[in-house]
Structure formats: C-alpha cells, structure tokens
C-alpha cells in the first residue's frame, strides 16, 4: 500500500477535522501518500483533491467543521455513478480510501465495493449517533454540550416566565441527541422515535398538567427529536396552544452541528483515525474504525446501518416516570 485516499461526506460533524489530522500523521509516519478529495464523493467525480502531509494538518485539531468540505453525492445512487467514482481511484493509484461520514457514507462505500479494487474504511462522524459497531459517533459529544449550552439558557428565559418550551433538536430518525441533551438539561419531557414512533398531544398535554399540577406553576422545557411531528416544534406548539396549553418553540437546528469540538471528540477522532489506517495496513477492507467500551474495534460496514444500537433506555424510562412529579 502505498497511496490512500481521505473524505469527509454527508453531515458534518465536530471533530472530522482531528480525524483527518489523525489520519494524515499516522500515514505520514508510515510513508504513506495521502490524498484528501474534497466535497465528499463528488471530489473524486470531479478530480478535486490534494496532496495531505502533516503541515496541512498542523494546528486543525481544534476546528470545527472539515476542511475537506462535505457533500451528499447524487451520482453514489446510480450504478454509473458508483462505476465512475471506482474508475477514478483506479486511475489515481489509490490503493485504500477512508471514508469519514455517516451511514448513508458507508452505503455508498459497500456500493462502490463492487467495483473498487481498492481497500475501504469508514470513521463514523455525524452528529446524530446513528451508526452501530460504535459506543460514540465523533461530533456527538460536542452536539450534545452545544444543545446543552442553548437549551439552559431556555431554561432561565422559561423559569422567568414560568413559560412552557418546545426544544426541537436534530438526530434525523433517532433520539440518541434529544435523550442525551433532555437528560443533560433536566427536561420534563423528551419526545423521540425511541419512545413512541407516533406522537400523542394528550399524553403531552397529561404530562404538562401533572407537573402543574405537583409543582405549580412552572417552567417545563420538552425536548423534541426533529421527525416526531410534521412541521416540527412550531407546528406542535401551534397545536398544544389549540389545545389550551400556551407554549414557545425553539429549533436549534444547525448550530449543533457546528462549533469547535470537546475533549472527547478529539480524543475519538484522534484515535479512531489513527487505528483506520493502521487496520488498512494490517489488511482491513469494508470495516468500519468504532470504539466499544473504550476499545477500538472493527466493524463490518454493511452492518454499521442496522439501527441496533439502542438509547439509554435506563434514563428515558427514569425520566418519564420522575419528571411529573
Ligand atoms: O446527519 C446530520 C444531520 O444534521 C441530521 O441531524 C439532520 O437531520 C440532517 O443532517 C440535516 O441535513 P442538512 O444539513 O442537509 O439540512
């Protein structure tokens, strides 16, 4: 092995930039060549990449975002697309390619399998937790402390007020960021597809009464999974002031996916970028870098979407049974 190939795809995530540094340095000291494509899968598409050594990397640790850029690539869901994208790695020498994103990013890499020669490895970065054969997905940690740091300052605005919040958080079609940061925050109530994939406003509604009922007036913060209701939390706000309970809506949206990345991001990245590329050279092909129980390990990628991995469902169950009270 002589030459690897790096991206960053899909979602950013806090954090990706320490896993290219980590990458870059662990190659460099086994002289290896690496190539950064830029974009994601696009930037193989389109030949736009660059040579990595340790300078480009110096002092990236600490930022957030991807220097290499991020994208969705269209042409990774048709067959010509994924042949293309092949033809190109083949045609530049690279013999391996670390692919830093998500699931949808590994998908697209069992897809590209069938027609790369080359070995592939994934580093799970999203923010969203969602991927399984990992404790911890890098950006996680930071989104959730960046959820945290907006959703207290909810809580004062709300405890003023004695006011009733919605509190919409990303995670896509999970809930391992609104359980993290509803748990973090002391929400009264977390709603996620972990709990219930329908939503019921008058369970809500109960919940909210309950409380009032026990405490008196009250603020009462409700961390929301985005997905859980069609127009999200303005819309549900809209529907529980119909239904006779005044309440706010904040979307924190984009800002949890930004953001320099906390100690245990870095921590994560740095090693989970480092042991990717030394399972390449150990002869890995089509595994995912994950750390389970504080150890690093490998796992298939075609597995790394199966939705297995579970929410803390000790807190959650916890949470619902105390918060009314
Ligand atoms: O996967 C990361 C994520 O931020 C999800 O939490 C969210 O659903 C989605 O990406 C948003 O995507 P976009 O940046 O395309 O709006």
Redesign the pocket.
Known sequence: MKRIGVLTS??D?PGMNAAIRAVVLTANAAELEVVGFEYGYNGILERQYLTLTPYHVNHLIQHGGTVLKSA?CQAMYSDDGVKQVAAVLHELAIDALVLIG?DGTFRGAVQLSQYYQGALMGVPG???NDVDGTDFTIGFHTAVDTALDAIDKIRDTADAFERIFLVEV???HTGY?AVAAGIAAGAEQIICPELASELDTAKILQHIRNAQQHRGRCSYLIVLA??MYPGGAAALALELERQGVECRASVLG?I??GGRPVGADRILATKLGAYAVEQLLQGAHLMMAGEVNAQATLYPLIKTGDKQKKVDQYLLSWQQQVAQY
């Open positions: 899909g979602g995530a969705r998500g999203t923010i969203d990303m995670g896509r960021l985005e997905t984009h949890q996916r």
